[in-house]
């Protein structure tokens, strides 16, 4: 009897003393046990964080023993400091100062024209005479006239001055002659405008007129006189880029009719701002190696932005995550994929410009960027 009860002693003992059955998830559940499901989600962390690293360790084994374990084939470049410059294009217009259609300034009938088209002509060189309608004649006589008075009264004036005669008579003397010289300098100012003059050098670009055409001041064109050697290109530029525009800033000129591409320089600035499409005036030097003509169409790539020192790398191995933020994959010292976020700046063709997030010698992926996953195994298939 008494081996029997220290029998069920003991095995009472071992009961107490076992850890109870703990209570499945199902079971916490249902009795809606708060307490007993934290202490079971700690329990699951645990656990899964322990799984985690045993498998990092194990797949850290594989990638060194295994010889034979497949690689992603990707090529990389190498991050280096380079210049880079962004360019704003506009449309411009090749234009001349010295671009003019003479009119006429003499009421009457074309006499002769002194040039042809495309005749080079010097400043001064006479263009187109006009018929003065008896003009010349009376110039004439006003100068018979006015030296006439000229002599009365340059002898009147040393009589004046011998006290001999009266005043009113070197007056009188004095006013004729003056009176005849201002008529005579206004006949030939009207005449002078019978004859038109080059007021530049340059080419005769069109002729207008015929002889024997009844032309009047004002009202009908004469000829076009172009002077090629002073032609620049001007161009409307947004006000956005005014701060970053200035005097000297370099740009390249492409004049599609002529196949030809240049480059070019500002040679001046527009303080002006226009109020009605909100830009304002640039000019920049013409290539005084070829043959221009006014108002030819121009492509102008200027550049608003220069950086001598920075990291550009292609556009095309920038991606993006559903946040808006980009980032590119690097080849790190394991020879792994390593995304690394990136602030970028302006796009100049394919180059994009990056701010931060590389360094100097950085390896970038380019070819397989789109294919590559991080932290996976590459092989490098380009050398640097």
């Known amino acids: 009897m008494k081996k029997i009860i220290l029998i069920n002693l003991i095995f009472g ?3 107490a003393c076992s850890p109870s059955e703990k209570p499945n998830t199902q079971s916490l559940i249902d009795q809606q046990n708060i307490a007993g499901l934290r202490a079971r989600q700690a329990e699951l962390v645990s656990q899964n964080n322990t799984i985690k690293a045993e498998l990092n360790r194990v797949m850290q084994a594989i990638d060194k023993f295994d010889k034979n374990k497949k690689k992603s084939l990707v090529t990389v470049l190498a991050v280096e400091e380079t210049s880079f410059e962004h360019k ?3 449309q411009g217009v090749v234009k ?3 671009n003019l259609v003479l009119n006429a300034e003499f009421m009457g009938a074309v006499k002769a024209i ?6 080079q002509v010097k400043k001064g060189d006479l263009l187109v005479s006009i018929d003065d309608g ?3 004649q009376s110039a004439a006589l006003q100068k018979v006239q006015l030296d006439l008075a000229k002599t009365l009264f340059e002898r009147q004036e040393r009589l004046w001055k011998q006290n001999i005669g009266s005043e009113i008579e070197y007056l009188q003397a004095k006013t004729a002659y003056q009176s005849q010289q201002k008529g005579y300098e206004q006949l030939q ?5 019978s004859a038109l003059y080059a007021p530049f050098s340059g080419r005769v670009d069109d002729v207008i007129t015929e002889t024997g055409q009844l032309v009047s ?3 009908h064109p004469l000829l076009r006189l172009v002077n090629l050697s002073s032609m620049y290109v001007e161009v409307d530029v947004p006000e956005r880029y005014f701060p970053n525009i200035n005097k000297g800033t370099t740009a390249k000129v492409e004049v599609p009719v002529l196949d030809h591409t240049y480059e070019s320089n500002v040679i001046h600035k527009g303080t002006h701002i226009s109020t009605g499409n909100r830009t304002f005036k640039v000019s920049l030097a013409a290539d005084k190696s070829i043959v221009l003509a006014p108002n030819l169409i121009t492509t102008v790539r200027l550049v608003d932005y220069q950086n001598p020192k920075t990291i550009v790398i292609p556009l095309e191995v920038i991606s993006e995550n559903f946040s808006g933020e980009q980032y590119v994959y690097v080849v790190n010292e ?3 994929a390593e995304k690394r976020f990136v602030k970028t700046g302006l796009v100049e063709g394919d180059n994009i410009e990056v701010l931060e997030g590389l360094r100097i010698s950085d390896r970038v992926i380019d070819e397989g960027a789109r294919l590559v996953k991080e932290n996976e195994n590459v092989q490098i298939t380009n050398a640097l």
């Open 13 to 15: 003992f071992i009961l």
């Open 88 to 90: 704003v294009v506009l």
């Open 96 to 98: 001349t100062d010295q």
């Open 114 to 119: 002194h040039v042809k088209e495309g005749q």
């Open 134 to 136: 008896g003009l010349a």
């Open 189 to 193: 100012q009207q005449l002078s405008k």
């Open 217 to 219: 001041p004002g009202v």
């Open 334 to 336: 394991n020879n792994k």
